[in-house]
Each structure stands twice: as structure tokens, then as C-alpha cells.
């Protein structure tokens, strides 16, 4: 049975991708006390063009830190969207329907999330990297709820309260349509 | 028992040198390393130590070597286009014998190349990148652990022999977030400068009749001179023919004599391998997906990494040449080690390389394919 | 006692007859041993050039790196230890030339360290090549046809860049360098002194100068008080060499106010 659980989080530079990333991977190492990797691919812009993060978590030794054989691909820009829609297999491809208009042609399990709009509802557009976590969470089971909140909570100390209870609730809504869409398949 | 943690490799190399006892920085941000220069100018004066930033890499070489000089364990970072700039004054430090630590992390070149991706182009320019005949300590990690750990060693090195350490890192490692455990000072071996003891009318640097000299530090009761022209013992310029072949055999000899001490390799599956993979960096972490895949398969692969890749690790290599029915060597270049692989292959055994100079890593996969190719024959 | 500095056995000095370095040297000597300095707690460092050489001569600690370089290495050991005292020796082709970069950056990072550029107008050790204050028709080695770019004015470059002390003397009038090497070493921060010094054996000679006496005359014959230079024309100082104290003012150095930034993180504690 595969132990490793491998997922590309992609889009444009300036999406937050990394961020993402890096608290699930961190929940799982440091939380979990998994084994777990975060490696990006960027351009020389800040923002603006194609980056990805792979996340890789599993029980034993991770060598190779790129994403190989994907169990989730997470699109949040067309541009990320064309890359990987009818490639990946039987990967599951999570796409943020509010920025990309899906090929319903292409091969393969893909689902649609209303990401910055849900974000926006929340009343912070910022929310959407944390709320992208929740439903990976929900989606991979690579990380638990709880670890995962005691990363967000760590990454945002010293902040406000208020600050924290939205990632928080972010986090929450992501992981429950997260478990939706998983029910769904 | 060290602090768990999940970081980056370049900020667990700035860890790894605080740790080590280094209190000065001076650089020139440059991608794919400015997350060292970052995170030391975070670091440093919390820990009583110096960030400064210069101008350009030949002058943050230059304040590195003289802040060693001033007693200060002292490093900076870079990547291939401020490792060219940086070694004309790599060689002052190479000829004074003054300890620093070089971080490079390799991207894409030649010339400004491909900024932000991966490669491990300067592997050579590394060992031969100051002009002149030299030896130099080359260490290359290949995890986020690694660079804390071995950049204890890279300092603990640079005391020990009088020399600059080059960490010859790549994108893959730098950017790499992983866990780490943040070693405790009390786990970790710390070499300090091997400073003098005797009349200090006596002190001659670069006297190593008896040994290796020690090394003072400017504002020490120990007056010396450092000098990038040939000196004597004392440091004073000295052009006899015989001296200038004292000097230049030493800083070589002073290195490559102890070659074995300072060498460092990992094995794995290495006692019944017959395809063994030789790699190192971001590239070792490819080859050991690669075995584990080939020994899924049934293929007996074995992986010798080389974390010390200047001097060669001489033992290890030829032992490895000894037994293995074909030698594969991945790297994210045109084959610039293999040629040191193929130096010792006396059987004649296949050698074969496995290279990517797209700014892609080199996928599993493909040392697969060359695994499976040398295994079928 | 001067002597005390000079590494007798290297003696005589290896510089040509007439050669101004021996004077600017002995200032600075006479001016360490004026405050009592030791060998141990002062560094000389030095590039690459005839001035270059001074270090060899010195019993002090001292630092002979690469052309033009002698500035950041000086930063590196004054940074690393703030209680030496640290000279930094350069000549026109270290200073300004391939080594402008440094300078003024080390104008405006403010490192407390004396500077001390000895400006002969061309590259003497390489043979007499043109540098970057040889000036417009010059003769050199490399500008035979007369020299088609402007020198600098170096203490007008370092003044803009921000260094707190910059003046200029010649080694014609020893009692007025003296003063101003002295000035400098006093004033905290980056203080920078440029020495206007004959070269007779290239400059001179391409340019027909004469032998070492006249040449001497000749700096002394074009030398211009910075009071007296205020009312002239620009026409009128071309070719002239401006003395005088240029900037003078207080100004925090990197040291003190690096030093705040790391008290204020630990509390004052120091390693």
C-alpha cells in the first residue's frame, strides 16, 4: 500500500501557495510527527506567473521532494488549470471555480470550489490559501484538524484574536466542503 | 535534545552557522540564497554578532576574510554569478590560509542563467574557481538536517586546516522545507581556532614546519601579517623559488594528506549493490527514489552519496569502483564529477551519467531507466 | 619612536628617488606614535600597487589583500573587532579606480577607519599607465597620444557619497599632512585623505615634468588652498590641486549604531 500522500498545490505567483503548503506540510511533521516536504517552483516575478508547491507527507523517509504520482492537484488559475486538467491520472484535480471555467472533456476526477468567493463571504479575500488548506486536509486526511489549527495558530502569533478565530474558520469551511466533495465521489 | 522544527534549507544554514559559533555576515543577496542573507541579518545581532550587506560579492568576500582575521567565525552566500565575484578574494583567504564559510547555492547558468531554478553547474569552479594551484574543502547537503548539521562541520573544518569551506548547496536544498531538529550546543562538537601559545616574538603564521600553524586574530597580544603575496613563515613578501614551493605544495598537501579525515559518504544498500549510483545534493535525493524503485523491482542498486566532494573521498570511491558491475552518476549538469569517477574505474566497468541541465530536477524516473538499461545487460 | 613601526630588515624602502610614499608614511607613523599606539591593537591593510608595498615595512599587524579591495577587507576586520585601529592604504588605482565601488560605499556605510589614498596620477608600479585621476592630455604608457578622458576629483566623489571627513594635502607640505592625517585618525567614522605625490620616474618623465626637485615644485605650483580655489573660475582650476579640509562633521558610525540595534535586542549584553 502506498504511505505516501503526495499533493501540488498550484497557480500564479502571489496566490499563496506556498503558505498553504508549508502549514500542512508543518502540521504534519511538527504536529503529527510525520515525515513531510515542501518544495515550489517559481519564476523570477513576485507575482504573476505559473509557481506550484508540492507537498509530500508520509510515514517513512521522503527522498525525491517533487510531486511524482499526485493524489490531489489544486488549480486556483487557469493558467495552472491547463497544465494539469487530463493529466494527472486518476488524480483528483480540486480547482477554485471562481477564477477557472473547467474542461468538462477532460480525462480524470475533477471538482469545482468557490474558493475566493467563500473567502470574500468571510469577510477576508486573504482566507482563500487558508480555506484551500482546510479542504486538502479534508481531502488527503494527511493532517488532522487539530494539528493543523495549531499550525495556523503558531503561524499567525501575535496577531489579534480576531485574526486567528477567521483563519480558524476559514480553515473549518474549507474542511468541511472539503468532506463534502470527498463524500460526493 | 535540539528544537524540532520545519524550515527552509537556507534559514537551517544560518541556524546550523550561529550554532557553529559564526557571528559575522557579510553579503550580497543574491536568488537562490537570499533567505540566508535574510535570515542572518534576523539572526546575527540577536546573537551579538554582524550583518552587513557590501556592495557586491567581491567586497563581501573581502570583509569576510577580514572579520576572520579580526578573530570573528565568519561566512556569507551566494549563488554562481556572486561566486564568480567572489573568487578572486577566495583565493586571498586560500594563500592568508584564513577560515570562512561560502554558502553557494547553484542555480541555472552560465551568466544570469535561469535565476530561480535548480542546477549544479559551479561543482568545478567550486574546486577550481580562484586561480592558481590550491586544494579546497567542498561539502554538499542534500537535506534541510544537512544544513544545519554540516555547516557545523564546514566551520569546524575551516579552523581545523586553515581554509575556506565551500557549502556547495543547489535550489532543490535551499528551498527545500523539511523538518530539522535544531541541535543543542551541548550535542554538538564545536572546533575552535587553534590560536597561539608561544612567545609572541616567536609567531610565525605561516610557519608549519611542525604541523599545521596556529592562527591568531588581529588585536591578540600575537602581531602578523596576512598576505595574498607569497610571504615567508612570518608573512613578509618572499619571492625565493624555494619558498614559493613550500607554500604552494602546503596549501595543497595541508589538505589532500588528510582527505580520508575530512571525507564524508553515505551508503546505502551498498553491501550487495551492482548498480551503484555516485550523487550528491538535490540530486542524491532523486538517486535513492531511483533505488528504492529499482530494488522494489528486484535490481540490486546501492547509493554512494558523496557529501565531501573536495578532496575526493578517495576510500570510498575506489571501493565502490571495486565491486559494482555498472556505475551510474546523476547530476544536474553535463557530467562535471563523473570525470572524477571515471579517473578511478581501473576494470573498466560501464560508467554512465544521468544529466539535466533543463532547470528541472532529474525526475526518479530517469535514473531508473538508466538502472534498468545497465542491469538488463 | 618611528622606528619602533618600521621592520628594519626590510629597509631601504623598495620606492623610487623622489617617490612620495616615504612622506606619507613616516605621517602616518608619526602620528601613531604620537598617541602611543601598539603594534597589536593597530592593522595597516593595504592593496595592490607601489603604495601597496607600505605594509611590508611596517612591525604593526597588516593585511595585503587584492587591487582595490583594501576598503571592505578593512570593514571586515574594524567591524569584527572595533577596538583596533584600522589604516587603509590605497593608491589612485585601488582607491578610485577599480576600487570606486568600495569607496564609495565605505563614504557612505560610515566604518570608523582612516583612509588614506596617495593619488600619483597613473599606475606606477605596472609601468606608468593611466589611471582614473590621470588627467585629460596626459601622457602615459597607455595614452601616448594624450589622454582623452577626464580624472577624477576624488575628494569631490567621497564628499558627495557621504563620508563625514574628506581632505586633501601633498607631500610638499609635510606639516599640513601631518595636521590632516591627524584630524582624520581624531574624527569618528569614515575619514578619507587624499595625498597628492610625485611619481618622477613615470609621470613625470612622460609627461616632461622633470626630475624629482622639479616635480616636487611643480605640485607645490599648482597647489590651491581650498579658501583661496572659493573665488577662482573652474577654468582657472583646471589642473590645479584644492587642499584643505572639504568636510568635517559629527556623524554616527556603523559601529555605535549597529551596536544600538543589537543592545536593543539583547538588553546590552555583549559577547
Not at chain 2, 543577496?29 to 540566508?36: Q, R
Not at chain 2, 610565525?204 to 601579517?225: N, Q
Not at chain 3, 618600521?6 to 602620528?31: M, S, Y
Not at chain 3, 587624499?194 to 615644485?217: W, Y
Amino acid at each position: 500500500m502506498k504511505t505516501q500522500k503526495e499533493i501540488t498545490i498550484s497557480g500564479v505567483g502571489g496566490q499563496g501557495m506556498i503558505l498553504c503548503g508549508t502549514l500542512i506540510a508543518e502540521a504534519a511533521a511538527v504536529h503529527e510527527h510525520k515525515r513531510a516536504t515542501l518544495s515550489s517552483e517559481y519564476g523570477v516575478e513576485t507575482r504573476g506567473t505559473f509557481a506550484k508547491s508540492d507537498v509530500i507527507v508520509s510515514d517513512e523517509e521522503i527522498f525525491f521532494p517533487d510531486v511524482t504520482e499526485p493524489d490531489l492537484v489544486v488549480c486556483l488559475h487557469p493558467a495552472a488549470y491547463a497544465r494539469y486538467a487530463g493529466k494527472i491520472g486518476d488524480a483528483l484535480l480540486l480547482y477554485n471555480s471562481d477564477e477557472v471555467t473547467p474542461d468538462e472533456s477532460a480525462a480524470g476526477p475533477q471538482k469545482g470550489l468557490a474558493i475566493t468567493h467563500m473567502a470574500k463571504e468571510l469577510g477576508n479575500p486573504q482566507t482563500a490559501n487558508i480555506l484551500t488548506m482546510g479542504a486538502i486536509a479534508a481531502l488527503t486526511q494527511v493532517v488532522t484538524p487539530e494539528g493543523a489549527k495549531e499550525a495556523i495558530r503558531k503561524f499567525f502569533k501575535g496577531k489579534s484574536d480576531k485574526v486567528i478565530a477567521l483563519n480558524e474558520k476559514a480553515f473549518d469551511l474549507g474542511y468541511e466542503k472539503g468532506i463534502e466533495l470527498r463524500e460526493e465521489r | 535534545m535540539g528544537e524540532f522544527r520545519f524550515m527552509q534549507g537556507n534559514e537551517a544554514m544560518t541556524e546550523g552557522a550561529i550554532a557553529a559559533g559564526a557571528r559575522f555576515y557579510a553579503g550580497y543577496p543574491i536568488t537562490p540564497s537570499s533567505e540566508v542573507a535574510e535570515t542572518s541579518s534576523i539572526r546575527l545581532p540577536q546573537v551579538g554578532g554582524l550583518y552587513v550587506q557590501m556592495e557586491d560579492e567581491i567586497g563581501s568576500m573581502a570583509a569576510l576574510i577580514g572579520a576572520s582575521a579580526s578573530g570573528k567565525k565568519a561566512y556569507t552566500a551566494t549563488s554562481g554569478p556572486g561566486l564568480s565575484l567572489m573568487a578572486e578574494n577566495l583565493g586571498v583567504a586560500v594563500m592568508g590560509e584564513i577560515p570562512c564559510v561560502l554558502i553557494d547555492v547553484q542555480r541555472s547558468g552560465p551568466s544570469t542563467g535561469l535565476a530561480t531554478k535548480p542546477a549544479q553547474g559551479d561543482v568545478l569552479q567550486a574546486r577550481w574557481g580562484t586561480h592558481g594551484d590550491h586544494s579546497i574543502i567542498v561539502l554538499s547537503p542534500s537535506s534541510v538536517q544537512d544544513c544545519f548539521d554540516l555547516m557545523v562541520t564546514a566551520f569546524n573544518y575551516s579552523e581545523q586546516y586553515r581554509t575556506p569551506v565551500i557549502f556547495l548547496s543547489d535550489e532543490i536544498i535551499g528551498h527545500l522545507r523539511e523538518q530539522v531538529i535544531l541541535r543543542s550546543p551541548e550535542e554538538l562538537e564545536i572546533v575552535e581556532r587553534n590560536e597561539p601559545t608561544c612567545d609572541p616574538k616567536e609567531y610565525r603564521p605561516y610557519d608549519h614546519s611542525v604541523g599545521l600553524a596556529p592562527l591568531s586574530h588581529f588585536g591578540s597580544p600575537y602581531v602578523f601579517k596576512v598576505n595574498g603575496s607569497m610571504h615567508d613563515e612570518w608573512g613578509r613578501p618572499c619571492a625565493r623559488p624555494d619558498n614559493a614551493d613550500r607554500i604552494i605544495r602546503h596549501l595543497s598537501e595541508k589538505i589532500e594528506a588528510h582527505a580520508e579525515e575530512i571525507a564524508i559518504t553515505r551508503k546505502y544498500n551498498m553491501d550487495d549493490a551492482e548498480i551503484v549510483l555516485i550523487c550528491y545534493g538535490g540530486a542524491a535525493r532523486s538517486a535513492l527514489s531511483a533505488m528504492k524503485k529499482a530494488r522494489e523491482k528486484g535490481i540490486k542498486a546501492g547509493v554512494l552519496q558523496l557529501v565531501t566532494l573536495w578532496p575526493v573521498p578517495e576510500k570510498d570511491l575506489l571501493a565502490a569502483m571495486q565491486t559494482a558491475k555498472a556505475v551510474v552518476v546523476p547530476e544536474l549538469n553535463l557530467g562535471q564529477y563523473i570525470g572524477e569517477v571515471a579517473k578511478r574505474n581501473a576494470r573498466n566497468i560501464p560508467v554512465r551519467g544521468v544529466n539535466r541541465i533543463d532547470g528541472q530536477p532529474i525526475f526518479p524516473a530517469q535514473i531508473l531507466e538508466a538502472i534498468e538499461e545497465e542491469a538488463a545487460k | 619612536m618611528i622606528q619602533d613601526y618600521l621592520l628594519e630588515e626590510k629597509l631601504p624602502l623598495f620606492w623610487c628617488a623622489g617617490c612620495g610614499n616615504g612622506i606619507v608614511l613616516q605621517a602616518i607613523l608619526r602620528n601613531i606614535d604620537r598617541r602611543g599606539w601598539t603594534r597589536e591593537n593597530t592593522v595597516i591593510t593595504t592593496g595592490i600597487g607601489c603604495w601597496g608595498k607600505a605594509d611590508d615595512y611596517v612591525t604593526t599587524n597588516s593585511f595585503h589583500g587584492t587591487h582595490g579591495r583594501a576598503l571592505p577587507f578593512s570593514t571586515g576586520i574594524k567591524l569584527a573587532n572595533p577596538d583596533l585601529n584600522v589604516f587603509t592604504l590605497m593608491g589612485d588605482g585601488d582607491g578610485i579606480t577599480i576600487g570606486g565601488n568600495h569607496l564609495i560605499h565605505a563614504a557612505r556605510r560610515n566604518v570608523d577607519l582612516v583612509a588614506i589614498m596617495v593619488n600619483n596620477l597613473n599606475y606606477g608600479m605596472t609601468g606608468g599607465q593611466y589611471s582614473g585621476t590621470t588627467p585629460k592630455h596626459a601622457i602615459t604608457k597607455t595614452s601616448p597620444y594624450g589622454h582623452v578622458e577626464n580624472g577624477f576629483d576624488v575628494c569631490r566623489v567621497v564628499q558627495a557619497a557621504g563620508a563625514p571627513f574628506v581632505a586633501r594635502g601633498t607631500v610638499y607640505d609635510v606639516v599640513q599632512l601631518d595636521k590632516l592625517i591627524s584630524k582624520a585618525i581624531d574624527h569618528k567614522g569614515f575619514s578619507f585623505v587624499e595625498v597628492i605625490s610625485p611619481c618622477p620616474t613615470h609621470f613625470g618623465r612622460s609627461n616632461k615634468l622633470g626630475d624629482a626637485p622639479k616635480m616636487m615644485q611643480w605640485i607645490k605650483d599648482n597647489t590651491v588652498s581650498r579658501e583661496k580655489a572659493a573665488s577662482m573660475s573652474y577654468e582657472e582650476l583646471r589642473g590645479k590641486f584644492v587642499t584643505g579640509i572639504f568636510e568635517e562633521r559629527e556623524q554616527e558610525d556603523y559601529g555605535t549604531a549597529y551596536q544600538k540595534v543589537i543592545d536593543s535586542l539583547r538588553g546590552g549584553e555583549r559577547e
